[in-house]
């Protein structure tokens, strides 16, 4: 049984710092590209960082860049989002993604709320 499990969000004020994490079981997580999105009310989910199956390569969307770091341990089976400087536009629901060949799976989401 395939499972993405998010873990790590609440609230935080501006400026703070939350790390996310999610823990894969039921694939073969290191074949897998892990993808960060997140969704704010009444928006379309967005694409907020990337990393490859070997961890070497990432990306980030334009608005979390230099304060967002994706990382991944594939001994244990578990991929991060590091967030710094964060800003009340970053709130969001946010969402745990594996893709491998057009095969993907998604993560229940975890709620994180900026403000003061």
């Known amino acids: 049984q395939v499972q993405l499990v998010e873990s790590g969000g609440g609230w935080v004020q501006p400026g703070g710092s939350l790390r996310l994490s999610c823990s894969a079981s039921g694939f073969h997580f290191g074949s897998y590209a892990m993808r960060w999105y997140r969704q704010a009310p009444g928006q379309a989910r967005e694409l907020v960082a990337a990393i490859s199956s070997s961890g070497f390569n990432s990306r980030y969307a334009d608005s979390v860049k230099g304060r967002f770091t994706i990382s991944r341990d594939n001994g244990k089976n578990t991929v991060f989002l590091q967030m710094n400087s964060l800003k009340p536009e970053d709130t969001a629901v946010y969402f745990c993604?594996?893709?491998?060949?057009?095969?993907?799976?998604w993560g229940q989401g975890t709620q994180v709320t900026v403000s003061s």
């Open positions: 993604n594996a893709i491998r060949n057009g095969t993907e799976f």
